[in-house]
RNA sequence: GCCCAGAUGGUGGAAUUGGUAGACACGUUGGACUUAAAAUCCAAUGACCAUUGCGGUCGUGCGGGUUCAAGUCCCGCUCUGGGUACCA
């Protein structure tokens, strides 16, 4: 019969809903392992073959554990807050709150259709007041600890919608994507996190965590630890300013010929020259459409203007000038760049374009000193031009030159860092309000926590004329100061939804919780997370600032580990024609019509087969056929054993001796089976799991002509592998194989016969000059001698050797017999 | 631009430490079953050359290198994807 797969899985998923079969009981900390995906961002469209992707298999490494033992707590939640809901609202009129819960009921149901383990009882989302609360509170106590602070951050603004534009909407060109006009740059005040006062924590901890090499190193270079110098330039005609720039290359001071200055600096208009006011004014006006990546760009023609003001060089009291340029950023460093055209190839460049000076102040050992540069020498070489330090080696000289700015207090020895304050606040409405109120008399102040939370009022004008949409609502804007009971302001800005993402899996472990942001009690028994899973598209920002939250929490006594995710995956992308699967691009494929045709078993079997987890890859549905067969084929093996287990007792181990040919093999392919499933699915690699299990259903086609014993020994363990991956069917094959209880009921798994792994043979492979020319096989860890004799005993061997030197010959033990000849 | 990945038959992909390249599938071809088709089962299937048979050469994006031996290590590229701080 025809694998019944829709009243199977049917009749499984209300057994388990029943039974309450993935309830998880908190309490129980034995063998406890929290696995989360990261939570959906419930937008218009229905789930689609991406979501499966990623949570499918991260189901099946969670029915894997939970079938060896494991208290597993599995839950799923919404990310509710966001920008589509609103740039919906605009669109459709649709109110966010409402599109976002009809979107939220919609995926539920769609999820439950996958059968996952998800505890519904642990199910969340951001978008409500008890979640958000939290929010609020947790940044008043940012803002207590001295971590929350506002200064002028740009914004994309959109001169004709009058609205601030996220960097998505600006397109390629720099054009607003509703408006197609040029998109500026607008300096607003806004509240950022002090995420760089733990840099090197959040460095450090990279090195006690179980992620992928790949995003604890994007982790490393976007913080961007550099040790160096910064040095004090004095300014020609002011005593009281100088210019702080930060180099790498001290050891290059004396070649120095101008300074450049971030356009942005306030110091640039304080400095300009009465002649050079037009010029600068006309250049700054030029690049206010340019994003950081053209300003930055290496290929992109040097632009700048000087300011008619002068520097002065501390290390030789040189008169060098003071330049603007895009390239240099207000927000990296302290905003000015010393220029040394001679070895450095930005600074080269832009010196040859504008005639600047270009000196030479290191040269390659051996090489000739008075050669002019024709290109800049970044090496490190011998110092010249560089008074007492001369024909010292540049290296050497980094550390020489630091001390001796150091003592005449011209400079110091300084860390940098690449990493920038975590900016949080939002021109939107669909956010959790920012708690802080304006008030004339006090400043700024924040909200008493018992007044939390700030309600995110649902009437509001989405397309309030500049700003913020909440500017927009005066009962929500006008407040009492709660120090002097005076008219204030509410900060109408709402924050950043990274804020959302960065502790809800602490909420999870119990999301009703009043009396604080999450139960510190199960925080602490249950964190960190033991398996994270998500795209590494989050490598440097979500999985950043959570790292970063998670380490505030613990400093105010909160949890008590210092880094929220013990083991990260990234699942790859599933894409269609080679784009990533949108709805506005419409091209999302639904997994309805092959749920239909073959079930949610075969489907998220076959998205597991597909290829290499962590890779992802274009969507075909080509080789479903292929898995469907398989379960097909497994499906009637077992049918074909009815009630076995109920007529026979399987022994967990038999003696080999004893055993036929036949069933010998039988035994060795299942352990073997076993073995490697084990490893595959424990390091997520699903596609070669399930490759595993075809092999050995292809292997159990004799399984017929075995003893009714082996039959119950084969057909339980293949039962029980097929379980994280197919487990609908799965419990319906161990319920005909005659067992009462489920198998998620009662979780089982087998042991491996280590014996029946060894083999007894192996194959040799005689390469001559590293070329296959025979193979054999003999007995596991033959003598050497015995190798050499029957592979020179090969008539190909000979063949290719006769008339020739034996040069050399290598065996790899077990595996490999090489012979070298000219 | 910068940071991080990836590239293997007609297709998806496999290959712990460098040690038989192509597991497992899809597709294709041939066969069995059938009045026929579908389904199922069996066999073959990297390319090229040779062939009655034995066999041989090439082959893991491109160009170099290290090694007895390279998909795997090193150097230099190309293309594709992710991120680049307001999509999440």
Sequence with gaps: ?????????????????????????????????????????????????????????????????????????????????????????????????????????????????????????????????????????????????????????????????????????????????????????????????????????????????????????????????????????????????????????????????????????????????DENKKAVAEYIESIKSLSEIERTSTVKEKTGVPTGAYAINPVNDEKIPIWIADYALANYGTGSVMAVPGHDDRDFEFAAKFNLPIRKVIFEKGSDADVELTEAYTAPG??????????????????????????????????????????????????????????????????????????????????????????????????????????????????????????????????????????????????????????????????????????????????????????????????????????????VVNPGSFIDEYGSDVFRMYLMFMGPYELGGDWSDKGIVGVDRFVQRAYSLFENNKDLSKTVAAPSKFDMEKLTEIEKSVYQLVNKTLSKFEVEIENYRFNTAVATLMELNNGLKELPNCSNEIQLFASERFITMLAPLAPHMAEECWSILGNEKGLFDNPIWFEIDESALVQDSVTIIVQVNGKVRAKFDLPRDSEEATVKETAWNEEKVKAHTDGKTVVKEIYVKNKIYNIVVR
């Design 382 to 587: 011998t110092m010249v031009n560089s008074e007492q330090f001369n024909e010292m080696d540049s290296i050497e000289c980094k550390s020489k030159i630091t001390d001796w700015l150091s003592e005449n207090d011209n400079g110091e020895k300084k860390i940098n860092y690449r990493l920038r304050d975590w900016l949080i606040s939002r021109q939107r409405y669909w956010g959790t309000p920012i708690p802080i109120v304006y008030c004339d008399t006090c400043g700024e102040v924040t909200v008493p926590e018992e007044e939390l939370p700030v309600e995110l009022p649902y009437e509001v004008d989405f397309k309030h004329d500049g700003g913020s949409p909440l500017e927009g609502n005066a009962e929500f804007l006008n407040a009492t100061c709660p120090k002097c009971g005076g008219a204030a302001k509410r900060d109408v800005d709402t924050m950043d939804t990274f804020m959302d993402s960065s502790w809800y899996y602490l909420r999870y472990l119990n999301p009703k919780f009043s009396d604080g942001m999450f139960d510190t009690k199960l925080g602490d028994d249950w964190t960190p997370v033991d398996m994270y899973v998500g795209g590494a598209e989050h490598a440097t920002m979500h999985l950043l600032y959570a790292r970063f939250i998670h380490k505030f929490l613990r400093d105010i006594g909160m949890v008590n580990s210092d880094e929220p995710f013990k083991r990260l995956i990234h699942q790859g992308t599933i894409t269609n024609n080679g784009a990533k699967m949108s709805k506005s691009k419409g091209n």
């Design 1 to 273: 019969m025809k694998y019944p797969f829709a009243d199977v899985e049917k009749k499984w998923q209300k057994t388990w809903e029943d039974n309450k079969t993935y309830k998880t009981d908190l309490t129980d900390l034995e063998k406890k392992l929290y696995t989360l995906v990261m939570f959906i961002y419930p937008s218009g469209s229905k789930l689609h073959i991406g979501h499966w992707y990623n949570y499918a298999p991260t189901d099946s490494w969670a029915r894997y554990k939970k079938m060896r033992g494991f208290n597993v707590f599995e839950p799923m939640g919404y990310d509710a807050f966001g920008l589509p809901a609103e740039n919906y609202a605009i669109k459709t009129g649709i109110h966010p709150q409402d599109s976002t819960v009809t979107n939220i009921d919609d995926i539920r149901e769609q999820l439950k259709t996958m059968g996952c383990m998800y505890d519904w009882d642990a199910e969340l989302m951001t978008c409500v007041p008890e979640y958000y609360k939290w929010n609020q509170w947790l940044f008043i106590q940012l803002y207590k600890k001295g971590l929350a602070y506002r200064k002028n951050a740009p914004v994309n603004w959109c001169p004709s919608c009058q609205t601030v534009l996220a960097n998505e909407q600006v397109q390629s060109d720099g054009t607003c994507e509703r408006c197609d006009t040029m998109v500026e740059r607008k300096n607003l005040t806004q509240w950022f996190f002090k995420i760089t006062n733990y840099a090197d924590e959040l460095l450090d901890g990279l090195k006690t965590i179980d992620w992928p090499d790949k995003t604890k190193l994007m982790q490393e270079n976007w913080i961007g630890k550099s040790f160096g110098t910064e040095v004090k330039f004095g300014v020609d005609g002011y005593k009281d300013k100088e210019i702080r720039v930060f180099t790498t290359r001290p050891d290059t001071l004396f070649g120095v010929t101008y300074v450049v200055l971030a356009p942005e600096l306030d110091l640039v208009q304080e400095l300009t020259t």
